[in-house]
């Protein structure tokens, strides 16, 4: 399973990419257990629900098969954990 984790704006409005093979990572355990607490990836609020908040952050998530592009308040508990890591710990997608 790969995990890819995108996180853009803030107040420099950089995008930070990274991913993990699962498979292939040292702690896979930990990266499997996760995801299984981190799926069904979280709807993205109603445009209703949430108002932008100025240098906030969009993540871009894909856990396997699922995706979901969710404002950074969106982003809590093992999901928050599981992108967070990916991005210090992840490679460089090319």
């Known amino acids: 399973m790969r995990i890819i984790v995108s996180r853009s704006g803030g107040f420099a409005g950089?995008?930070?990419r990274a991913e993990v093979?699962?498979?292939a990572a040292p702690d896979a355990g930990w990266w499997r257990e996760a995801a299984?607490?981190?799926v069904p990836l979280p709807a993205p609020p109603s445009d209703d629900a949430c108002s932008p908040?100025?240098?906030g952050f969009?993540?871009?998530i894909v856990l396997g098969d699922q995706s979901a592009v969710l404002p950074?308040?969106?982003v809590r508990g093992?999901?928050?954990e599981i992108a967070e890591?990916?991005?210090a710990e992840g490679e460089t997608p090319r």
């Open 36 to 38: 299984a607490e981190a």
């Open 78 to 80: 093992p999901l928050r």
């Open 53 to 55: 908040v100025r240098d």
């Open 58 to 60: 969009t993540w871009t």
């Open 21 to 23: 093979d699962v498979d």
């Open 72 to 74: 950074d308040s969106a």
């Open 85 to 87: 890591r990916t991005l």
């Open 14 to 16: 950089l995008t930070r």
